[in-house]
């Protein structure tokens, strides 16, 4: 499962660091990645991280937002910067993540998502 965090009210220019929390019995952790939606939009990648650190971001966000994660502890990060309105939106979390499932079990990697944060941007 994931699950996310970190969500909240902040006003224009502020910062918010979300979190992303892989649990269970796993494998491995590949690639994460932060996406967003706003109402009225399609859902939209903010960010992603490969297991070995590569990240990528949308346009709108490059050296605002930071994407990290700590492998040893299944959780990736975002940290938001200088926010603006237009970051208003529910923030989900999407994992590749191949489940344990005991002795002898498959190796099968999947796309997995969080529940979702929300984020608010206003004064």
């Known amino acids: 499962q994931l699950q996310a965090s970190g969500g909240g009210l902040v006003q224009p220019g502020g910062s918010l660091r979300l979190s992303c929390a892989a649990s269970?019995?796993?494998?491995?952790?590949?690639?994460m990645a932060w996406y967003r939606q706003a109402p009225g939009n399609e859902r939209e990648l903010v960010a992603g991280i490969s297991n070995g650190g590569s990240t990528n971001y949308a346009d709108s966000v490059k050296g605002r937002f930071t994407i990290s994660r700590d492998n040893a502890k299944n959780t990736m990060y975002l940290q938001m910067n200088s926010l603006e309105p237009e970051d208003t939106a529910v923030y989900y979390c999407?994992?590749?993540?191949?489940?344990?499932?005991?002795?002898?079990?498959?190796?099968?990697?999947?796309?997995?998502w969080g529940q979702g944060t929300l984020v608010t941007v206003s004064s």
């Open positions: 269970g019995s796993i494998f491995s952790v590949n690639d």
């Open positions: 999407n994992a590749v993540i191949a489940p344990y499932y005991g002795p002898g079990s498959k190796y099968l990697p999947r796309a997995y």
